[in-house]
């Protein structure tokens, strides 16, 4: 039994270590994401595992129980960090997006809440599948949530990450239910991938599915004239570059999570060797190096469209994201600021790549309050 205490606590522990170098190691950022967004459960686990230690050591602290109650102790104190720190900087998050936005009334903290977070799967809001075009011999698909709400809704149009070349239109369903229950509809898209379609055919196909979702406005309970484009990483380069092009006037705002917002910066910086190949994949969906493809690297890079007047704006991005350099939503919201654009960084400091996986984590938490925030703000008219 002394052997096994040990030998997880001592576990939980140097899983720890991924908590402060995420940014050292890509092919660890997964399990950062385990440590850090469930790490309020690992962190319950260490706990028990030290006070069972420190019955053990009653008699003879220099056992190796004295080992193990000093591992879970510590293990146990980084797990919870995030959470301690959700909750000890949460008014300086909610500061920044009044400052932005302008206030809620009667917005409380409570709202982060996990029990207002979480839905069993009996409640959840189950999507139905339409398809919404064909392009290239490929059928197109979107999943939309209806909203929860007697009246027309506004809606969110949500594009997937995965590097421009997978990923589905599934990711991180919890969100979209989420929202549906709160009166707004949701729409998650497919979008034609890399390195078989190259840019533009993406921001064609999220024309497409906005073209189809307003012409069945009625059928499908929405307001053709309040809606919001969110995207992830790649789905977020996306999500900006649409946006911020657009003279749609019924585009309320644009969401963005870790998101390179300057493809010739990325590339860059970008090697060959690393984790996701990063210069192959953009060449891939770019057609070619930045002297080849000028004009595609140009036109998805949000940061040449940043002006007065374009869509307000709400940027996540965790400073230890090892696959999306923080630097693209530092920079690109120091020029949205610049253009009097109303715009919000929300930077979680614990958090890495994906940090919303666990919507009841920290960074789920978080994120999902800043969403429901900025939602409620722009869809206020």
């Known amino acids: 039994m002394k052997w096994l205490s040990l030998l997880v606590s001592s576990l939980q522990a140097a899983s720890t270590w991924l908590h402060f170098h995420t940014t050292e190691f890509k092919p660890f950022w997964k399990?950062?994401?385990?440590?850090?967004?469930?790490?309020?459960?690992?962190?319950?686990?260490?706990?028990?595992?030290?006070?069972?230690?420190?019955?053990?050591?009653?008699?003879?602290?220099?056992?190796?129980?004295?080992?193990?109650?000093?591992?879970?102790?510590?293990?146990?104190?980084?797990?919870?960090?995030?959470?301690?720190?959700?909750?000890?900087?949460?008014?300086?998050?909610?500061?920044?997006?009044?400052?932005?936005?302008?206030?809620?009334?009667?917005?409380?903290?409570?709202?982060?809440?996990?029990?207002?977070?979480?839905?069993?799967?009996?409640?959840?809001?189950?999507?139905?599948?339409?398809?919404?075009?064909?392009?290239?011999?490929?059928?197109?698909?979107?999943?939309?949530?209806?909203?929860?709400?007697?009246?027309?809704?506004?809606?969110?149009?949500?594009?997937?990450?995965?590097?421009?070349?997978?990923?589905?239109?599934?990711?991180?369903?919890?969100?979209?239910?989420?929202?549906?229950?709160?009166?707004?509809?949701?729409?998650?898209?497919?979008?034609?991938?890399?390195?078989?379609?190259?840019?533009?055919?993406?921001?064609?196909?999220?024309?497409?599915?906005?073209?189809?979702?307003?012409?069945?406005?009625?059928?499908?309970?929405i307001d053709p004239t309040r809606w919001v484009i969110l995207g992830r990483s790649a789905g977020g380069q996306i999500a900006e570059s649409f946006a911020y092009a657009s003279n749609d006037t019924s585009l309320k705002g644009c969401i963005s999570f870790y998101a390179p917002s300057d493809m010739n910066f990325a590339y860059r910086f970008a090697r060959e060797d690393d984790i996701l190949r990063s210069r192959s994949l953009i060449r891939d969906y770019l057609g070619g190096d930045p002297v080849q493809a000028r004009a595609n690297f140009d036109a998805t890079s949000t940061l040449n469209f940043v002006r007065p007047g374009i869509v307000p704006t709400l940027l996540l991005h965790g400073p230890l994201d090892s696959l999306v350099w923080v630097k693209h939503s530092e920079r690109l919201i120091a020029k949205l600021q610049a253009a009097k654009v109303p715009s919000a960084y929300i930077e979680i400091p614990w958090a890495t790549h994906g940090f919303d996986y666990n919507i009841t984590g920290p960074s789920g938490q978080l994120s999902t309050f800043a969403i429901r925030y900025f939602l409620h703000r722009v869809f206020r008219n």
């Open 31 to 221: 399990l950062t994401i385990v440590v850090v967004e469930f790490g309020h459960y690992l962190g319950v686990m260490s706990f028990v595992i030290f006070l069972l230690a420190l019955v053990k050591i009653r008699k003879n602290w220099r056992s190796y129980w004295s080992l193990s109650a000093i591992l879970s102790l510590y293990a146990s104190a980084i797990f919870f960090l995030p959470s301690i720190r959700l909750a000890t900087n949460f008014p300086r998050w909610q500061s920044q997006l009044e400052a932005a936005f302008g206030k809620i009334d009667n917005q409380q903290p409570a709202a982060l809440s996990l029990k207002k977070l979480y839905l069993g799967e009996d409640a959840a809001v189950k999507a139905e599948t339409l398809e919404f075009a064909e392009k290239s011999g490929e059928n197109l698909f979107l999943d939309f949530y209806h909203a929860k709400s007697k009246e027309t809704a506004p809606w969110v149009l949500v594009i997937h990450g995965g590097g421009w070349n997978s990923g589905e239109r599934t990711q991180l369903a919890e969100l979209n239910s989420i929202l549906a229950e709160g009166g707004i509809a949701v729409a998650t898209i497919d979008y034609r991938l890399a390195p078989k379609s190259q840019w533009p055919a993406q921001k064609e196909d999220v024309e497409s599915a906005v073209n189809f979702l307003k012409s069945h406005a009625t059928q499908l309970g």
